[in-house]
T-cell receptor, first 113, second 113 residues
Framework: DADVTQTPRNRITKTGKRIMLECSQT?????MYWYRQDPGLGLRLIYY???????NKGEISDGYSVSRQAQAKFSLSLESAIPNQTALYFC????????????FGEGSRLTVL | RKEVEQDPGPFNVPEGATVAFNCTYS??????FFWYRQDCRKEPKLLMS???SGNEDGRFTAQLNRASQYISLLIRDSKLSDSATYLC??????????????FGKGTKLSVIP
């Protein structure tokens, strides 16, 4: 089983719908991240959390919200999805090892029609 | 200027060739540097950290040039299995306790038989 698990892996939805992407990890890491990846734009940080009581905005947080329900769980919500939020979303974790070593989930491909 | 910029690619090289990628960063106070590898439709995975003195891992050599603010990745004796997208990543200095990894857009490498 993967150490960082994302659900759903694929989702097609319509404009205006609320979507939640979930991430859980078994690595015991405190730090968790949500990135989105778009062709030609690379990986961009949406939100990150260094522990259960800590939430921080990343580069592109508008239109997104997150919840850190437990050390092992970090969910990303799109309150009202729009087509330009169509992307590949990655959850990642990092722990007490070398700063900069992120462990990514397998990704959630979201299509907003 | 983007915080982290990479050679646009794609690089198409024959098996056995040596190929080099560069990545420039804009924040001179950046503190940590990395190369990640991302296979098609997969999550990124850490390939290697980049140390000030340069470092080597088998056929892969990473170097840092702080004066010119770039990092490089050299792959010798390319294998078909090296075909992937290579992402450089930097932790730009933005205050105490900040560990936000910033990625370049990636350079695609195709090794041809």
């Amino acid at each position: 089983d993967a150490d960082v698990t994302q659900t759903p892996r694929n989702r097609i939805t319509k404009t205006g719908k609320r979507i939640m992407l979930e991430c859980s990890q078994t690595k015991g890491h405190d730090r968790m991240y949500w990135y989105r990846q778009d062709p030609g734009l690379g990986l961009r940080l949406i939100y990150y959390s260094f522990d259960v009581k800590d939430i921080n905005k990343g580069e592109i947080s508008d239109g997104y919200s997150v919840s850190r329900q437990a050390q092992a769980k970090f969910s990303l919500s799109l309150e009202s999805a729009i087509p330009n939020q169509t992307a590949l979303y990655f959850c990642a974790t990092s722990g007490g090892g070398a700063a900069g070593e992120l462990f990514f989930g397998e990704g959630s491909r979201l299509t907003v029609l | 200027r983007k915080e982290v910029e990479q050679d646009p690619g794609p690089f198409n090289v024959p098996e056995g060739a040596t190929v080099a990628f560069n990545c420039t960063y804009s924040n001179s106070a950046s503190q940590s540097f990395f190369w990640y590898r991302q296979d098609c439709r997969k999550e990124p995975k850490l390939l290697m950290s980049v140390y000030s003195s340069g470092n080597e891992d088998g056929r892969f050599t990473a170097q840092l040039n702080r004066a010119s603010q770039y990092i490089s990745l050299l792959i010798r004796d390319s294998k078909l299995s090296d075909s992937a997208t290579y992402l450089c990543a930097v932790i730009p200095y933005s205050g105490a306790g900040s560990y936000q990894l910033t990625f370049g857009k990636g350079t695609k490498l195709s090794v041809i038989p």
